[in-house]
């Protein structure tokens, strides 16, 4: 079993910037990709961004350009760093990973095996 903790999380205005963190334990030789998912209030989880262990980086067209996702393989954790925040990224942010990653399906949350509590984020306008 993989345990993901996420932290980071918090209100912040418009145009602000937050990083993630999202800490790795248990099996962790078992992963071989982690990513960042999102929901939102009445909305269903949605794809962020994700990473494989060969440092291939995945990004859904509202992270691209404003996320950036990185790993520090030492300590078994993952970043998001958030950029440009904006209101409509407000959400509930969840970590995941991946035990056999299949880079073709990186965007459904079916893919990954385990899964954070998730960490609020709160963009105010």
């Known amino acids: 079993q993989v345990q993901l903790v996420e932290s980071g999380g918090g209100l912040v205005q418009a145009g602000a910037s937050l990083r993630l963190s999202c800490a790795a334990s248990g099996r962790t030789v078992s992963v071989s990709a982690m990513a960042w998912f999102r929901q939102a209030p009445g909305k269903e989880r949605e794809f962020v961004v994700a990473?494989?262990?060969?440092?291939?980086?995945y990004y859904a067209d509202s992270a691209k350009g404003r996320f950036t996702i990185s790993r520090d393989s030492a300590k078994n954790t993952v970043y998001l760093q958030m950029n440009s925040l904006k209101p409509e990224d407000t959400a509930v942010y969840y970590c995941a990973a991946d035990r056999d990653f299949r880079h073709t399906y990186y965007y459904t949350q079916y893919e990954y095996d385990y899964w954070g509590q998730g960490t609020q984020v709160t963009v105010s306008s």
């Open positions: 990473i494989d262990w060969s440092g291939n980086t």
